[in-house]
């Protein structure tokens, strides 16, 4: 699907920074910009090369300014803020079509001069193209300068005065572009017909090369101190960049003439042609489309949504899941949740193999990573569900395949998580008297709620969170299957699983709501809740003390995922009970709030200082990502008929709408908790695009 924008899109220039694009290279780089071609956040750049996958960032190429010159008219093309807004560059009022579908294009027109912009980044290489289609229609000739902006540092970083930057001419190029370029615009009689020159930037230890068939010169070194970036002021983050220009290309297109300018990026001398890095990104984001067999125009949106996640991990030679843009990084917890949509579902069953196999080999006393090793750094394991995720995952990935190799293999793996589970390993995991799974200990937050402000937890949930145990009852029972054909294990899962079934009904279970409680808590920051009644019962017979104050009564969407799993622990009149509830109390179009707006603890805006983000994080604001359980929930308990069918694809629409906002052709990590009007957060996450892809497969494949 082309998403197509017009200048209604942009009265204002606030309003066009509003949405932006991603590109991705399945290294760990990327390139982004607004919708007016503006960074609005300082982790947006047209090169953000990625020089150890995938996450050793460096913003190279940050944004390119561009100025018209037509007779005595001088006008910039491009558009971006600055602090006090007086410098702003307004290109914008010029421009009058924005378009993404594989790759972003903009296009402007000026007294009779029409140009169109693209910008493209190759697959499996730290280069970028970017096309200047100048139709100039007017009397008199026009120049295009262009002017980009560096920083050779890593993301995130803001680059120092002191600074410099060297140009160095290697030799030409004796094939400089290939016939395909020849022919990238009819008519055009400059693009590709003279060898061109490589030129290599270098600074801060860092070297890129350039090459382009305009005219380049360096140019008296300049610093933009104050670019101002809206949506980082927005968040209490880094407000201001610094930038360097130190070299413009040049393009000069005669009157009644049409011609190209084209200039390529990256971190190897020997870069391609506009028109391959154009061929090779399209047909890669059609084979991830069409992979899938999904009939649904958005589904197949989201499927090429889901490749831009996948990216290679030069640490474990393996394919893995980047969990945000721009900011996040692979986590074990994400990438178990994001597999199931981003792979399965679009039938990538390799790149799933090459994701569990990854996990497989560094589970560490029954626990998957949740941060993986960077150069000497050992990995990180301060994760609850990533291990119980892994079983559920194996499990979904041989019922797609029925790959009885896969399962043998990673069969040791996952009786080694159950068994350090029983009997307990780091983080305070381990399975109480009742069968149930406790976490948590100290100041570790284990669960995905696992937000920290220095010794304040926002979301405790230590004791027995109900998503955990809802993961334990279902990788009980998946080992109950899958151990049958394994005659030499003698451990009895199914008997365990009933075991943990019964307690997860007799403690969890809210008849007066008619929902799950959140947590069966220990005592945490002071906040005792006095047992009675059965529950009080169900504790005291499983062996349960003083260290359980009483469960928590919080309405929260983790309870979800207790009905959606493959496996069911409640009976189904409570699953349709929580189905009913979580709408009525949890439910928007873009996502499930984390808690309902009745609790005083509700924070019903996500924004400002860290602090106060942290504290609403997981505290009222909507995720996208439970949406998927929450439709699968529905579909289940409705018994997969053609009108509750129906009713989800109707109530799919808005995520049609949500693919437009934000970043374009992508589903953003958050929204406010109390009006979820715009994204917030990462504006592309993969588990959004996972779990709501899950939904469109199960639509037309169930």
Not at 268 to 280: H, Q, R, T, V
Not at 353 to 370: D, V, W
Not at 524 to 531: E, F, L, P, Q, S
Request: aromatic share 12%; hydrophobic share 35%.
């Amino acid at each position: 699907m082309e998403f197509l924008y017009g200048k209604q899109d942009w009265r204002t220039f606030e309003r066009g920074e509003e949405n932006c694009y991603l590109m991705t290279n399945g290294l760990g780089g990327f390139s982004s910009l607004s919708m007016i071609g503006s960074c609005s956040r300082n982790d947006q750049a047209v090169l953000m090369a990625c020089l150890h996958s995938p996450n050793h960032r460096y913003n190279m190429v940050h944004r390119l300014e561009e100025v018209l010159t037509k007779g005595e008219t001088v006008l910039h093309l491009s558009s971006q803020d600055d602090q006090c807004h007086e410098k702003r560059e307004s290109g914008y009022l010029y421009q009058i079509r924005f378009s993404y579908e594989d790759y972003p294009q903009w296009a402007y027109l000026v007294d009779g001069v029409e140009i169109i912009r693209t910008i493209a980044m190759m697959q499996g290489k730290n280069t970028v193209g970017v096309t200047y289609e100048i139709r100039n229609r007017s009397d008199e000739p026009v120049t295009l300068r262009v002017f980009p902006h560096l920083q050779f540092v890593p993301k995130g970083v803001r680059m120092s005065r002191n600074q410099s930057f060297t140009f160095e001419e290697v030799s030409p190029r004796q094939n400089a572009f290939s016939e395909a370029a020849r022919n990238v615009t009819a008519g055009s009689s400059s693009v590709g017909e003279n060898p061109q020159s490589v030129v290599r930037i270098s600074s801060n230890g860092q070297h890129l090369y350039f090459r382009t068939n305009g005219t380049w010169e360096k140019t008296i070194p300049r610093f933009c101190e104050t670019l101002y970036y809206a949506f980082d002021a927005r968040d209490g983050k880094m407000e201001l960049g610094r930038t360097a220009v130190g070299h413009v290309v040049s393009y000069t297109v005669g009157a009644g003439r049409m011609d190209t300018l084209e200039i390529i990026y990256g971190l190897d001398a020997n870069s391609p042609s506009m028109p391959e890095i154009l061929a090779g990104l399209k047909a890669y984001r059609r084979y991830w489309r069409e992979r899938a067999g999904l009939q649904d125009e958005t589904a197949r949106d989201l499927c090429a949504a889901a490749s831009q996640f996948i990216s290679y991990r030069a640490s474990t030679a393996r394919q893995t899941i980047l969990a945000g843009f721009p900011f996040f990084e692979d986590w074990g917890r994400d990438t178990m949740i994001a597999l199931l949509g981003c792979c399965l579902s679009t039938r990538q069953f390799h790149v799933a193999e090459s994701i569990l196999r990854t996990f497989m080999i560094y589970c560490r006393k029954g626990l998957m990573p949740n941060l993986f090793p960077e150069g000497k750094d050992a990995p990180g394991y301060n994760t609850v569900d990533a291990a119980l995720l892994f079983i559920i995952a194996v499990y979904e990935y041989f019922c797609r395949t029925q790959d009885r190799v896969f399962v043998e293999s990673a069969y040791p793996v996952m009786a080694d998580i159950i068994d350090w589970y029983e009997k307990g390993t780091d983080y305070g995991i381990h399975m109480d008297a009742d069968g149930l799974i406790m976490a948590g200990q100290g100041l570790d937050q284990v669960t995905w709620m696992d937000v920290r402000v220095g010794e304040i937890l926002p979301t405790p949930r230590h004791g027995k969170p109900v998503e955990i145990n809802a993961y334990w009852y279902n990788a009980l029972r998946i080992m109950d299957l899958f151990g049958r054909e394994y005659p030499e294990n003698n451990k009895n899962y199914g008997v365990m699983a009933q075991r943990a079934a019964e307690s997860f009904r007799r403690l969890f279970w809210n008849e007066e709501v008619g929902a799950l409680r959140d947590v069966i808590s220990e005592a945490a920051n002071g906040n005792h809740v006095r047992i009675t009644g059965s529950a009080a019962e169900d504790i005291g017979a499983f062996g349960g003390s003083g260290a359980f104050p009483g469960p928590d009564d919080q309405i929260r969407c983790n309870q979800i995922w207790a009905v959606s799993l493959p496996f069911s622990i409640l009976s189904p009149v409570q699953e349709k009970a929580v189905v009913e509830t979580v709408f009525r109390k949890l439910y928007t179009p873009y996502g499930l709030r984390t808690l309902d707006p009745a609790d005083r603890q509700f924070r019903p805006f996500y924004g400002g200082a860290q602090l106060d983000r942290d504290l609403a994080y997981h505290q009222g604001t909507v995720w996208t990502f439970p949406l998927g359980g929450y439709y699968l929930a529905y579909l289940k308990v409705s018994g997969y008929s053609d009108e509750a069918k129906q009713y989800v694809r109707q109530q799919l629409r808005s995520i049609e709408a949500a693919l437009r906002e934000g970043c374009v052709g992508q589903l953003p990590e958050i929204y406010d908790g109390q009006n979820p009007i715009s994204s917030k957060g990462c504006f592309a996450q993969a588990w959004s695009v996972g779990e709501i892809l899950r939904v469109y497969e199960c639509l037309e494949n169930h």
